[in-house]
């Protein structure tokens, strides 16, 4: 099998193995009963599921070998992206990209390092004993996972400096009117708005500490990104179909119009994380009514975008492209949208339909609507690994790749 030539956007592939390590995590989380406990951990699951032979501990158990084989196929993935990524940077090439409307594309770097996290936060959740326990430390009373959300905190915060210096330069640039509508004609412009909801969702996962001052800071900060990605999210998609109308879309790029399912994930999910540490920091109680809408809302828009995206995708001719191994790395850009549009369909049943009341956790009708779920979940994990393949499973061409012309700072 012939290795690929390196492209910024094969980062994607270990952006998609995490967000499979995602969606293997939230069936274990949401199936699981875990009183007291923001999601399952290590301690509930010795507890109630491991080394049981009932159908759904079986089922979990499986879904737990499922999250740790992805984990480490994204640090595979990732691994192998930055060693090219070392050698391509170096070269006029790079140089070439950082100067034309794809220098969004290095956006996809602080997307895949917050996925990291949380790729930590699930193994954390799964084999660190104790997570929820007290402890004491400088005399406060907290949890042992409290110091974890705080390094977390430190983290996103970085990865978030990290986006904002390589949107602003990019963004500054265009309004100097090198925005060039003929390559504009799609929506990749959206990988930054999506870049900028996935750390909203981690500053918003430090909501679920019980501590109130790091809850209302993740809070905050989620909130503020939150509306920094509406804004931009906004600007971009306007801009983007206007040049679609103007110059039409290119096959290979149909499949950015998938990318929309992903920001909508992205700010749904950390609009409620945000919501549960107003909650913490306020003690107010569930809105139960907010989270169903909210959901709601996220799957049936998703669906609809989906929809469109895959029926403009096979008109222009872009499946027939992908069966024929003839895409770009953007190809991998098919991959997150099926699993964030699982994870909102999770929220949908297991936060917003059990918890008004209308379907019954453990029930059959509860299982019945799990089916879907993990159909979608299951076609994703096949599309990837055929993407994996196809990409020889990102072993780049590390010759070919130190051949090219060099830039002159190297």
């Known amino acids: 099998m012939n290795s690929k030539k390196f492209e910024i956007l094969h980062i994607l592939a270990a952006l998609g193995a995490a967000g499979m390590t995602a969606s293997f995590f939230f069936a274990i989380n949401y199936m699981t009963v875990h009183p007291g406990k923001v999601f399952v951990d290590f ?8 080394g049981q032979v009932d159908t759904l501990s079986l089922f979990i158990q499986t879904y ?36 034309s409307n794809r220098e969004v594309q290095l956006m996809a770097i602080p997307l895949t390092l917050t996925m990291t996290m949380n790729v930590f936060f699930i193994l954390g959740a799964l084999f660190i004993p104790g997570l929820f326990n007290p402890i004491n430390i400088l005399g406060m009373q907290m949890q042992l996972i409290d110091p974890l959300f ?31 509508f003929i390559q504009n004609a799609n929506l990749s412009q959206l990988l930054a708005l999506f870049s900028f909801g996935m750390i909203g969702v981690g500053f918003g996962a430090l909501s679920f500490s019980k501590i109130p001052e790091i809850a209302f800071i993740g ?11 509406l804004i931009l999210s906004t600007l971009k998609f ?9 110059h039409g879309i290119d096959a290979k790029a149909t499949v950015t119009l998938l990318i929309p399912v992903t920001v909508i994930a992205m700010l749904i999910v950390a609009s409620y994380r945000a919501d549960i540490g107003t909650m913490h920091t306020l003690d107010l109680e569930r809105n139960t009514t907010y989270h169903l809408v909210l959901f709601t809302v996220g799957v049936g828009v998703s669906i609809l975008i989906g929809l469109f995206a895959l029926q403009a995708m096979r008109q222009k ?10 895409t770009d790395a953007g190809a991998l850009a098919m991959v997150c949208p099926g699993f964030a549009l699982e994870v909102q369909m999770v929220l949908w049943l ?40 196809q990409n020889n ?9 130190r051949q090219l012309p060099q830039h002159a700072l190297a």
Not at 164 to 176: E, G, P, T, V
Not at 219 to 229: D, F, K, N, R, W
Not at 238 to 246: A, D, H, N, R, T
Request: glycine share 8%; no cysteine; proline share 1%.
């Open 150 to 180: 705080m390094m977390a905190g430190l983290y996103f915060a970085a990865v978030f400096y990290l986006a904002l210096r390589i949107f602003s330069k990019y963004f500054l640039r265009l309004i100097d009117g090198e925005l060039d």
């Open 317 to 326: 001719g872009f499946f027939k492209a992908l069966n024929n191994n003839q």
């Open 43 to 50: 301690d509930t699951l010795m507890t109630n599921h491991i």
């Open 64 to 99: 737990i070998v499922g999250a740790v084989g992805a984990a480490i196929l994204h640090f595979v993935l990732l691994s192998r992206w930055f060693r090219g990524f070392n050698i391509y940077r170096k070269t006029t090439e790079y140089q070439e990209v950082v100067n």
């Open 238 to 246: 306007v801009l983007g179909f206007k040049s679609i109308f103007e």
């Open 219 to 229: 809070t905050s900060l989620a909130y503020i990104v939150i509306g920094l990605t």
């Open 350 to 389: 297991s936060i917003g339909m059990v918890h008004t009341g209308i379907v019954t956790h453990g029930s059959t009708s509860y299982f019945i609507m799990w089916i879907p779920m993990i159909a979608l979940q299951l076609a994703t994990i096949f599309l990837l690994f055929k993407l994996l393949k």
């Open 393 to 401: 499973f990102l072993r780049f061409d590390f010759k070919q790749l």
